[in-house]
T-cell receptor
């Protein structure tokens, strides 16, 4: 039972353009969502989060959008840079638990 | 401010041996989480601990796996009688979570366990 899904295994964009990574969830108890970036042989690095009481959160080049009715969130990276090339994981949590439920990840490649 | 520390970074064990993975949380964090990443998969929650307490172990295999977070010292994930299917990357995360609030979890670099 995959409660958090990232349906695109990979994404390739040109440097300077926008990268849009998508994530869907099924559990309506989730009320906090996070994006992590991961390089090979390293641990995930926290990027940005959003609470279910908001529909948008912005931090520099990174913006996360949440559509609760569609149970969908997306991460926008503008402008994309070659250093953004990594695996991006979407994660969700319910406030009465501590655990994060992760999607399968999307590999982003930003071409110079 | 040191991040989450994990050791060893790489661990090789023969089938039937024991594996001990250690995690020191970030300073000021009292909540520790263990996740496992199998090849070509996302991270899967295993266990959530506070000092001297297991809060949620719903992701732990029923046998051979145990975890602790003692009053003093690092959190330990212990795998007894390892099998080849235990080969994976094991990540520890910590957060300052208190009460019912949710905080971001910060991850260590992981321990890559290889069972031969």
């Amino acid at each position: 039972d995959q409660q958090v899904k990232q349906n695109s295994p990979s994404l390739s964009v040109q440097e300077g353009r926008i990268s849009i990574l998508n994530c869907d969830y099924t559990n309506s108890m989730f009320d906090y969502f996070l994006w992590y970036k991961k390089y090979p042989a390293e641990g995930p690095t926290f990027l940005i989060s959003i609470s279910s009481i908001k529909d948008k959160n912005e931090d520099g080049r990174f913006t996360v959008f949440l559509n609760k009715s569609a149970k969908h969130l997306s991460l926008h990276i503008v402008p994309s840079q070659p250093g953004d090339s990594a695996v991006y994981f979407c994660a969700a949590s319910a406030s009465n638990t501590g655990k994060l439920i992760f999607g399968q990840g999307t590999t982003l490649q930003v071409k110079p | 401010n040191a991040g989450v520390m994990q050791n060893p970074r790489h661990l090789v064990r023969r089938r039937g041996q024991e594996a001990r993975l250690r995690c020191s949380p970030m300073k000021g964090h009292s909540h520790v989480y263990w996740y496992r990443q199998l090849p070509e998969e996302g991270l899967k929650f295993m266990v959530y601990l506070q000092k001297e307490n297991i809060i949620d172990e719903s992701g732990m295999p029923k046998e051979r796996f145990s975890a602790e977070f003692p009053k003093e010292g690092p959190s330990i994930l212990r795998i007894q009688q390892v099998v080849r299917g235990d080969s994976a990357a094991y990540f520890c995360a910590s957060s300052p979570r208190t009460g019912g609030a949710i905080y971001e979890q910060y991850f260590g670099p992981g321990t890559r366990l290889t069972v031969t």
